[in-house]
Nanobody, 117 residues
Framework: VQLQASGGGLVQPGGYLRLSCVAS????????KQWYRQPPGKQREFVAS???????NYADSVQGRFTIFKDKSKNTMFLQMDSLKPEDTAVYYC????????????WGQGTLVTVSS
């Protein structure tokens, strides 16, 4: 099983980006999906999550600006990031609970988002 995150880049403050995370391999089922980020020099932090329900949850710092959603048929989840701020600069990681031979948590490789003028 592999997770491939993409969509990062350089954007000006107030701009937007959409991140994608695709799961591939021997997948029986997928449960909770989450995005985390690690700002420069800081610890990794929670950004958003979506369950199979789907129920969504957001960090206070991104509530109202970011939207997490999924395309179940393509084993893909997205993070739409609007009204970006310099403090959103970070490496973004997807984290997904996947049933293959057993239930495990998988991490994507990370995609860099830089918000700067």
């Amino acid at each position: 099983v592999q997770l491939q995150a993409s969509g990062g880049g350089l954007v000006q403050p107030g701009g937007y980006l959409r991140l994608s995370c695709v799961a591939s391999g021997s997948i029986v089922n997928i449960n909770a999906k989450q995005w985390y980020r690690q700002p420069p020099g800081k610890q990794r932090e929670f950004v958003a999550s979506i369950t199979a329900g789907p129920t969504t949850n957001y960090a206070d710092s991104v509530q109202g600006r970011f939207t997490i959603f999924k395309d179940k048929s393509k084993n893909t989840m997205f993070l739409q990031m609007d009204s970006l701020k310099p403090e959103d600069t970070a490496v973004y990681y997807c984290n997904v609970q996947i049933l293959s031979s057993d239930w495990s948590l998988y991490w994507g490789q990370g995609t860099l988002v830089t918000v700067s003028s």
